[in-house]
């Protein structure tokens, strides 16, 4: 499950639909603001609050269909953080605050941090690793480390042909909803 910010506009239909969603799913659910809700994955929240649940739409019919939306929705995340404009008072000391914190994880888990790009209001950190084993063994303290700035974070990280070559990704990291 990737950590993600969403926005809701009615408070208690959505919290309950989203906690029974990533509840089922083994996730907690936070609530970060009035207007987002953050999910993680980690223990089932608990919901005190009774809501109507609705019926999610029906699973797609072919998963790589479904795994071709999602991975173009995510290109178009990343095109869109390209076009952001730099705001270098926020931008500048983000990015080394986020190049410590990557750091930091190295040292318990080896990847290369290959660029590290802030702008206004989203990050793009640029990740190596020696093999997609290793990448996908660091996925869950990537998601789960307490960076220095609190940010939803995203992160795919498809299969690839070949497992052992090294693998590349880039984690998304929107710092005005996280």
Known sequence: MKNRTVPFLSGRVL???????????GATLTLRSTSAV????AAPPAVREEATVRPSPPAPKDPAEEQRRVLAEYAGELQR???EPIQPGWAVPTATGLRADLDTLRTRRPFSVLGV??????????????????????????????FVVP?????LMPEP???DKPYRTQVLLDCMSG
């Open 15 to 25: 919290l309950a639909l989203a906690a029974c969603a990533v509840g089922a799913a």
């Open 161 to 163: 042909p070949q497992r």
């Open 38 to 41: 953050s999910l993680s994955d």
């Open 151 to 155: 940010c939803a974070r995203t992160v």
């Open 81 to 83: 953080h390209e076009l």
């Open 117 to 146: 790009d802030c702008r206004t209001r989203t990050c793009v950190m640029t990740l190596e690793w020696s093999n997609y084993e290793r990448a996908t063994e660091t996925a869950t303290a990537l998601l789960h480390h307490r």
